[in-house]
């Protein structure tokens, strides 16, 4: 099972974006929610924990739906990356755990 991501796209910077992920099908259960990003040249960081965007990202989830949101206010420039969506995925009762990732969804920021 995928995990789907959308809600990306080019924004100005001061903008806001919000990012959606939920399974490509029905899952029985999920856990651990998040958000990677990516920019050109650097290594994959974990988003919402990060001090570049503490007070302006908000991670969220829809429990009911499955879904994790990611909203990102007041971006700049340096938040221009591919964001991943992961979690961990049960697809049956008494089934094995796994990871599953998105295949990322660009944010640019520029004017």
């Known amino acids: 099972v995928q995990l789907v991501e959308s809600g990306g796209g080019l924004v100005q910077p001061g903008g806001s974006l919000r990012l959606s992920c939920a399974p490509s099908e029905r899952v029985f259960s999920i856990n651990d929610m998040g958000w990677y990003r990516q920019a050109p040249g650097k290594q994959r960081e974990l988003v919402g924990y990060a001090d570049s965007v503490k007070g302006r990202f908000t991670i969220s989830r829809d429990n009911a739906k499955n879904t994790v949101y990611l909203q990102m206010n007041s971006l700049k420039p340096e938040d221009t990356a591919v964001y991943y969506c992961?979690?961990?995925?049960?697809?049956?009762?008494?089934?094995?755990?796994?990871?599953?990732w998105g295949q990322g969804t660009q944010v640019t920021v520029s004017s």
């Open positions: 992961t979690a961990d995925i049960q697809t049956r009762p008494s089934g094995n755990w796994y990871r599953s």
